[in-house]
């Protein structure tokens, strides 16, 4: 084989095994035989509100408050969807309002 | 056998449901992935085989720049371990479950992405449902989305007809419903608070692009120093 060809098949195979990794590693730490440490557990427990949080924080860091438009679409859709899921608990109605708002807004209101 | 295959129709309608926000997310998203690796001189069998091997949507994008060689190997591990390193974090809340899920566990761990293991946490199961079942297909159809997705961006990307630009924020829409769900599911808003907290302390101090690494070892400190608060009034079993 060329190098054209397996030059990017070994970037590809590393970052796939790096990747994995990463997402190996709590269950090659705590997830042998053993009783998993208790302290993990709760770790465990009250870690996933937090995660979905800065997840949030996540998806809205690339938004800028000091350039116009000063992340407006971004947060009347996020209020939105917030709105109509406290009002309806419908998930796809929820989500899918939110970011039909939220091309609007950015294609037609917001250019 | 007819019985087998009802409960499995019934398993993968409740599944698509609970996945349709991320297959508009990933959908879009890996398109645009395909677009830019196809435009980068690579075609569809390696968007099939990126998204098939690999499936991890910010790292992917990256990987587009390096696929030329150039990078040092070590660097190149170095760089994918730490845009991948919040993974690290997601595997805590499911190491009995997985485990228990035999050799579907592995697969489990691979497709622990941040849209799968949003949904992992968010869903409350029905009770006719088996839960082991309903988390394997879950996972099978995210990263189905995902390679179609990626196969399509690749193969027709360019000659999409309608302007999809925002489409993406269905993957924000989804964290933020979920969000709310768990606000409600959970007793103690402590952890929801601690985590908005070191997210928005956390981007200021370190910056876009540095941010969550952080934010997360800040939010597994606190949590920890938190915890006999936050269990007192906690009696809900977290992940269902």
């Not at chain 2, 981007?203 to 120093?225: E, H, K, R, T, W």
Request: hydrophobic content about 55%; glycine content about 10%.
């Amino acid at each position: 084989m060329s190098p054209e060809i397996t030059t990017p098949l070994l970037v590809v195979l590393v970052v796939a095994a790096c990747t994995f990794m990463t997402r190996f590693l709590p269950f090659a730490l705590f997830g042998g035989g053993k009783e998993v440490p208790a302290l993990v557990k709760t770790l465990g427990d009250l870690l996933p509100p937090a995660v979905i949080a800065i997840l949030v924080v996540y998806c809205l860091k690339g938004v800028s408050l000091m350039v116009p438009p000063h992340g407006f679409p971004e947060y009347l859709a996020v209020g939105i969807v917030a709105l109509l899921h406290v009002w309806k608990r419908n998930n796809l109605l929820s989500i899918g309002g939110g970011t039909l708002v939220y091309m609007v807004l950015i294609q037609m209101v917001f250019i | 056998m007819t019985k087998k295959k009802e409960a499995f129709r019934e398993t993968l309608k409740y599944a698509f449901i609970q996945t349709l926000p991320v297959l508009f997310g990933y959908l879009f998203m890996g398109m645009a992935f395909g677009i830019l690796l196809e435009k980068a001189g690579y075609n569809f069998i390696w968007a099939f085989f990126i998204s098939l091997i690999i499936y991890a949507g910010s790292m992917q994008f990256v990987l587009i720049g390096l696929l030329s060689g150039g990078m040092g190997l070590l660097s190149l591990i170095v760089l994918t371990l730490s845009v991948q390193s919040r993974h690290i974090f997601y595997g805590l809340s499911f190491i009995e479950k997985f485990k228990a899920m035999g050799r579907y566990g592995w697969y489990m761990i691979f497709s622990l992405t941040d849209e799968t293991y949003s949904l992992l946490c968010g869903m409350n199961i029905p009770k006719e449902l088996n839960q082991k079942q309903v988390f394997f297909t879950v996972a099978a159809l995210d990263q189905s989305y995902w390679i179609v997705g990626c196969t399509l961006g690749a193969i027709i990307g360019s000659f999409i007809g309608f302007d999809t630009t925002g489409i993406d924020f269905a993957m924000t829409a989804l964290f933020v419903v979920i969000f709310i769900e768990q606000w409600y599911s959970y007793q103690s808003h402590l952890p929801a608070l601690v985590g908005m907290f070191c997210g928005i302390v956390s981007l200021f101090v370190f910056g876009a692009n540095a941010f969550i690494l952080p934010a997360l070892i800040a939010a597994v400190c606190l949590l920890l120093v938190f915890r006999n608060s936050i269990k007192q009034g906690e009696n809900k079993e977290v992940v269902q």
